[in-house]
């Protein structure tokens, strides 16, 4: 980061006093400025005021869960989601990724691991100047705007699942694999974490599939524990 540049803002929201506190001085060490926030609705009111460029958020909060918060975050914001969450809390992150969540960070996590794992969604939420467009049975895909269309209509994708489609459509026919996919989209250190990408594939699919597709494999078709193929 440039000397002067303005800090990229995190919303952080957690009722642990300490663990706030904790973030605050992890995410100021490495260049970020930090917008606490203790229970989701005041959450949503630093959001909807400050704008962050990425969110951190426990799954337990004293007014409702992080689920839900990512939920209303995604009604009118794409930025990258981190969620925190304990250990054995399995289904938790898989409805937390579902509800639009990017990644996830266990308890308790190392600092270099957090900070990490932001800065790669961080760049997966950035524009990468390119100007093929990729069209597919009604599916246009703007590589350089990171847009999609079906049949005309705009379809919203967060950051992480525009990744996962531009990657598969780039390698029309291929089958990639997980750790293909994974490493691709998420960076070294995800290449075994099958279960956010089944999620984040789930989600993908709910979006530009069509409704009344029986299989809903129109575009992409699953090749059973190996992978994936973009075949639209």
């Not at 605050?24 to 704008?51: K, M």
């Not at 950051?159 to 990657?167: H, K, S, V, Y």
């Not at 995800?190 to 709910?206: M, P």
């Amino acid at each position: 980061m440039s000397q002067g540049a303005p800090r990229p803002k995190v919303l952080v929201c957690d009722d642990e006093h300490q663990i706030l506190r904790a973030l605050r001085v992890i995410l100021r060490d490495a260049g970020f400025e930090a917008l606490p926030a203790s229970t989701a609705e005041e959450a949503l009111d630093v959001a909807a005021v400050n704008r962050p460029d990425a969110a951190i958020i426990d799954l337990v909060l004293p007014d409702g869960d992080g689920i839900e918060l990512c939920r209303r975050l995604r009604e009118w914001s794409d930025l990258p989601i981190l969620v925190l969450s304990a250990n054995g809390e399995e289904d938790a992150k898989v409805r937390a990724l579902a509800a639009g969540a990017d990644d996830y960070v266990t308890k308790p996590f190392g600092p270099r691991e957090l900070v990490a794992r932001l800065q790669a969604n961080l760049r997966r939420s950035e524009t990468v100047p390119e100007e093929a467009i990729i069209s597919s049975d009604g599916l246009d895909i703007d590589l350089s705007r990171r847009t999609v269309h079906r049949d005309g209509e705009e379809i919203h994708l967060t950051p992480t699942e525009f990744g996962l489609l531009a990657q598969l459509a780039r390698n029309r026919g291929r089958l990639l694999t997980h750790r293909d996919l994974l490493i691709s989209v998420w960076g070294q250190g995800y290449g075994d974490d099958t279960q956010v990408l089944r999620a984040h594939i789930a989600n993908l699919r709910r979006k530009i599939e069509p409704e009344d597709g029986p299989t809903r494999q129109r575009y992409i078709r699953t090749d059973p524990g190996v992978g994936y193929r973009f075949v639209g």
